[in-house]
């Protein structure tokens, strides 16, 4: 009989020990009820507000102005939008040369589009002329006001009349461009000339 009250004592000091450490694995790891919140959830919301503070990279002396739009935009790509402003200023010049009012109206504001209209009207353009080359001189502003990006660019273009090499005209032109900060579309809309 001595032998069965032993099992029956250690049976009691093992349950005993299952029930004193199941108590302190409860206390530190607490009790998860099912109505807590998940702390996981914080986590990627955290990360997100980290990723969209945008590095300023390295800009050219010409583009220094472009810090103020890198500041209060994020993906903000001056590169993008330094080669957007070519092609832009090309096709919209090209368009004007040859009278093209269709593709200046989705280019351009009102106003600039009004201006351009009248003078295609009054035959001030001129559609022999070609684009010989093109460069961006620097930035004159940049600024975001009130939802909108606004950046004046300021171009030197030379310009020739029928492939002919001796008619070339150097023009130097400053231009605005805008977009409204929360546009996820690629292009400016040209609002000064």
């Known amino acids: 009989m001595l032998y069965g009250d032993l099992q029956f004592f250690d049976i009691i000091l093992f349950a005993a020990i299952a029930g004193f450490i199941i108590y302190r694995l409860r206390s530190v790891l607490g009790k998860r009820t099912g ?8 986590k990627p919301k955290q990360k997100e507000e980290t990723n969209s503070k945008q590095d300023i990279p390295t800009l050219l002396d010409k583009e220094i102005k472009l810090e103020n739009v890198y500041k209060k935009v994020n993906n903000f790509d001056h590169k993008i939008f330094l080669e957007g402003a070519k092609k832009a200023f090309e096709i919209i010049i090209t368009a004007f040369n040859n009278g093209d009012k269709k593709t200046l ?11 351009f209209e009248k003078a295609i009207n009054d035959n001030t353009n001129n559609p022999s002329a070609q684009f010989y080359s093109l460069i961006i001189e620097g ?3 940049a600024k975001v006001e009130k939802g909108i990006i606004s950046i004046s660019v300021n171009f030197i273009s030379e310009q020739m009349l029928n492939n002919d090499e001796s ?6 032109d400053t231009w605005t461009f805008e977009k409204a900060t929360n546009s996820s579309s690629p292009i400016w809309t040209l609002t000064q000339t």
């Open 35 to 42: 109505f807590q919140k998940n702390n996981t959830e914080n």
């Open 105 to 115: 109206k989705g280019l351009v504001s009102k106003d600039v589009y009004l201006a």
């Open 139 to 141: 930035i004159e502003s």
């Open 167 to 172: 008619s070339i005209i150097k023009n130097k």
